[in-house]
């Protein structure tokens, strides 16, 4: 099983991985796309865009408006939509430009950075009894001890429990309140700016996601992890979704956004592919 060896630590083979487990279902023809078929599982780690998801407290919610849904005077069936809401809410992708100026915009993040194999550090016993809980350089360091070095290319996904919360406002963000009044009430995990200065300077990941409305803690008022991020060109992954289905190690990741120009962000469809 070299493949799957290789799969854990290089982008380049993890990505003939994912091409090779997508063929697989394709085909049942040859006999080694059989075989990725038949040991590998998909989980979704996208939350579904409806009335109920959750967007940041100032931003346009989602909205979808029925434009038709019936059958049409020539005799088949017809249903179509538009959609309407802010760059960032549900599961999205937050654009390095979103926090630092002249990094990538949404369309300008090379794809490799949304592709590569998983690292999903559970910090949920330590969000427990602190919803204002900062990820720490320690936590990753420890992640480390128990389970090798996060490689590069890396997808570091920071698992803190309160996926359980979606889609409740109040439970999941800290209060049910909208617009600017809401923010100083803003309560939940973040990743702390020292470990975002130890990921820059030390690691080389493509991306890291959490399963919070943000990068940052909500009592954050300076964004310190969005802008050390970002201001190396790292882009993140907000509200994702079903990481508790994800192993530690060993699952691969595949996170395409909507190719917005210029956007500070995206709604992101992402999906992990575990052998």
Not at 13 to 41: K, M, N, Q, R, V
Not at 236 to 261: H, W
Request: aromatic fraction near 10%; charged fraction near 20%; charge should be negative.
């Amino acid at each position: 099983m070299e493949v799957v060896e290789r799969f854990h630590y290089g982008s380049t083979w993890g990505i003939s991985f994912a091409l090779l487990a997508f063929a697989a279902c394709a085909t049942e023809a040859d006999p080694t796309l059989a075989l990725f078929a038949d040991t590998t599982a998909w989980v979704d780690l996208t939350h579904p865009f409806d009335s109920t998801s959750i967007y940041w407290p100032t931003a346009e919610a989602f909205r979808l408006e029925r434009v038709a849904a019936g059958m049409t005077p020539g005799g088949y069936y017809y249903a179509a939509n538009n959609l309407r809401a802010a760059e960032h809410g549900g599961t999205h992708l937050d654009a390095p430009i979103h926090f630092a100026e002249g990094r990538h915009t949404a369309d300008q993040i090379p794809l490799n950075r949304f592709i590569g194999p998983a690292l999903v550090v559970d910090v949920i016993r330590k969000t427990q009894g602190d919803r204002d809980y900062r990820v720490t350089a320690e936590d990753l360091q420890e992640f480390e001890r128990a389970h090798g070095r996060i490689p590069d290319g890396g997808i570091l996904l920071l698992r803190t429990g309160w996926g359980r919360y979606w889609p409740d406002p109040v439970a999941y963000l800290g209060t049910g309140l909208q617009g600017e009044q809401a923010i100083p009430e803003l309560h939940f995990p973040g990743l702390h700016a020292a470990a975002a200065e130890w990921l820059v300077n030390e690691r080389a990941v493509d991306a890291v996601g959490i399963d919070t409305p943000s990068i940052d803690q909500g009592q954050s008022t300076t964004f310190d992890a969005h802008q050390i991020l970002f201001g190396a060109n790292i882009p993140a992954f907000e509200n994702v979704a079903n990481l508790d289905r994800l192993p530690a190690t060993g699952a691969f990741v595949i996170a395409l956004p909507m190719k917005i120009a210029g956007g500070s962000g995206a709604p992101l469809r992402i999906v992990a592919v575990v052998p």
